[in-house]
Nanobody
Framework: QMQLVESGGGLVQAGGSLRLSCTAS????????MAWFRQAPGKEREFVTA????????YYADSVKGRFTISRDNAKTTVYLQMNSLKPEDTAVYYC?????????????????WGQGTQVTVSS
């Protein structure tokens, strides 16, 4: 059973940057594709970005392409989300998720394990 713990959320002004981390335990991290999803108040959870288990494939939602970067460090069993040029519409709870042998899928149903989330608030 894999456990995922997100960190790095907070309050930032529009145009600023944050780096989220998600540290995994209880599983073989290198076998899992990792993803970030987010849920804004009153909205459904949506895909943000994912990285395949090999690290060779990444995928981004159009809304974050060019501003966000996903990366992974298998030695630290951690996936990162670097968020630059933040906008108020990026305000949400950000969740990381894991999918064994995954190829950076977009659908929530592909992911087996989820973290508790970390709040990101971008002020205008």
């Amino acid at each position: 059973q894999m456990q995922l713990v997100e960190s790095g959320g907070g309050l930032v002004q529009a145009g600023g940057s944050l780096r989220l981390s998600c540290t995994a335990s209880g599983g073989t991290f290198s076998r899992y594709a990792m993803a970030w999803f987010r849920q804004a108040p009153g909205k459904e959870r949506e895909f943000v970005t994912a990285i395949s288990w090999t690290g060779s494939r990444t995928y981004y939602a159009d809304s974050v392409k060019g501003r966000f970067t996903i990366s992974r460090d298998n030695a630290k069993t951690t996936v990162y989300l670097q968020m630059n040029s933040l906008k108020p519409e990026d305000t949400a709870v950000y969740y990381c998720a894991a999918d064994m042998w995954g190829t950076a899928a977009v659908g929530e149903y592909e992911y087996d394990y989820w973290g508790q989330g970390t709040q990101v608030t971008v002020s205008s």
